[in-house]
Every structure is written in structure tokens, then in C-alpha cells.
């Protein structure tokens, strides 16, 4: 069962949030996004928000004809804030994934990438085997527990750096947590700065992130390495996250999400942002 007052949802703040969903009228479309997350989300210098799903947003917005509103919020927060009413869709790099499912809708997918392992060039991690390679949780189970067994030795009492609350920690803490220290932080940015301080031996995270940090200047010696991994509980592509009764939402965030893929504009962006094509094959 769902712990809604863990959450901070409360019966009221539930009420709240349907009154809220009901009473505020479609033609304002808010969406919030970390702003902390290159190159998915970002705050410039300025405090204006900018990447992949910033520039997403905005097309998709124009297809559902709605005004578009992104704002920043915390990613600790950025569920119970949704469930509050506080806005009316998530945009931030977010995957699906069975336990998100539990309290929130989800669009369908718009990207997905791989995730693994960042390390700098003195660290025993370049070790790891399967640089380059992907594999599924969903589909190479069997592969990811030989790999995850072939990376032990290199792994055991390191500290790896990740990103809170999020699929990557989870599957640190499922499948590494009696093998690796797990160093939990509220941003990629932040472990990203303690492992070029030395106080990580390496970082766990999304490979867009990995490679957003790797072409900053002073992480030029960074390397992804080892195995990407994807499925089972790193989730089943990024999408945009909804109240459970903003079913008519959801759909208009799927048609317009289908609209951009088959005209290349949602591709397009893509390969602006990150320099390949992370969209979903279908």
C-alpha cells in the first residue's frame, strides 16, 4: 500500500490537488522540471530554464495548442508537488517505472538512453568490463548478473556516487549494495564535483548525463565505462509524469509526443541536445 502521508499527501492535499486539476482551466499547461539535469534541464546563469525538455515542452505544448509554463522544482519534492497541485505535469528526465506507476500517470516514452558507470582516468573503474556494449534488465537478465559478478572485484568497497531517489539508486542499492559504499546526492552536479574532487571513486548515472559532464572542461579525462544498462529497474523510457485522473492529459501528451516523432521534430532535438537519437524505436 501507498504511503500517501509519507508522500505528503494527505487527504486534503489530495482533495486539494483533484479541485485544483478540475478548476484550472487546459489552456495553461504548467510543467515543472528540475533545472539541474544537462543537458534534459538546466538553469542558466540568469535563472532561465533551458535543454532537451525545456525546448520539448514547448513543441509539444504548441501541438496540444495550450500555453506552456515550465517551471523549476527540486527533484526530492517534484512528485508530492505534482500530487499537490502545484503544476500539472513532470518533464525531468523521469522514467517509468512500476513503483512510479503506483502513484502517478504517465505520457508515452520520449527518450531513453542507457545507464552506467563515470570514472575518471586514474580510477580502478576503467577496469570494469563491457565498455561499450548495452544490455536489458528485462531481456538479458542472465547477462547482467555474470556482468555485475565479473565487475565485483573491481567494485567491492568503493564509493560510488548517484543521484537520490532515483532509478539509478535503486538499482545500486538492488544489485551493488553489499559490494559498493553508495554516496547519495540531491543532483548529478554535486557527485559530479566530488568525483573531481577525489572523494569518489566513481559516479553511477543516465549516459546523457555522463556524457553532458564529460564534455565540461575540467572532466575531459572522464570515461563512461563498463556495461550500459536499461530495463527492469532502471525503467522503461523517460516520459512525462501526471496525476492519476489527468487521463485526458496524458493522452493529449501522447498524441502530441506521436506528432513529433513521425514528423522527426522530436529526433531533431534529440540529436541537438545530446548528439545522437535517444527516442524510442517506436
Known amino acids: ?54 525546448d520539448l515542452a514547448e513543441d509539444l505544448c504548441r501541438r496540444m495548442e495550450v500555453t506552456c509554463q515550465v517551471v523549476q522544482q527540486d527533484w526530492a519534492g517534484i512528485i508530492p508537488a505534482l500530487q499537490a497541485g502545484q503544476y500539472d505535469a513532470i518533464m525531468a528526465g523521469m522514467n517509468i517505472t512500476d513503483q512510479r506507476l503506483e502513484v502517478i500517470n504517465f505520457s508515452r516514452p520520449y527518450a531513453g538512453t542507457p545507464h552506467g558507470f563515470g570514472a575518471l582516468a586514474d580510477s580502478p573503474l576503467m577496469e570494469l568490463a563491457g565498455t561499450g556494449e548495452t544490455l536489458s534488465l528485462d531481456t538479458d537478465a542472465d547477462a547482467v548478473t555474470a556482468r555485475v559478478a565479473e565487475w ?46 577525489g572523494r569518489l571513486d566513481g559516479i553511477f548515472a543516465a549516459h546523457s548525463a555522463l556524457t553532458a559532464t564529460k564534455m565540461q572542461p575540467d572532466f575531459a579525462e572522464m570515461e563512461i565505462v563498463g556495461t550500459g544498462l536499461s530495463g527492469g529497474v532502471l525503467g522503461r523510457g523517460v516520459a512525462v509524469g501526471l496525476r492519476k485522473e489527468d487521463t485526458a492529459l496524458a493522452e493529449k501528451f501522447s498524441a502530441a509526443i506521436e506528432e513529433a516523432l513521425a514528423d522527426g521534430s522530436l529526433q531533431e532535438l534529440a540529436v541537438k541536445w545530446f548528439g545522437v537519437d535517444i527516442t524510442p524505436a517506436n
Open 152 to 197: 565485483e572485484p573491481i567494485l567491492r568497497g568503493k564509493v560510488i556516487g548517484v543521484q537520490g531517489s532515483t532509478t539509478n539508486s535503486n538499482f545500486l542499492q538492488q544489485y551493488l549494495g553489499d559490494i559498493v559504499e553508495i554516496r547519495e546526492y540531491g543532483t548529478t552536479e554535486q557527485h559530479d564535483l566530488d568525483l573531481l574532487a
Open 1 to 54: 500500500m501507498i504511503n500517501l502521508k509519507a508522500l505528503g499527501l494527505g487527504i486534503a492535499g489530495a482533495a486539494f490537488a483533484l479541485g485544483l486539476s478540475t478548476a484550472h482551466a487546459q489552456d495553461v499547461v504548467r510543467i515543472a522540471t528540475e533545472g539541474a539535469y544537462a543537458p534534459w534541464n538546466f538553469s542558466n546563469p540568469d535563472g532561465s530554464l533551458a535543454g532537451f525538455e525545456v
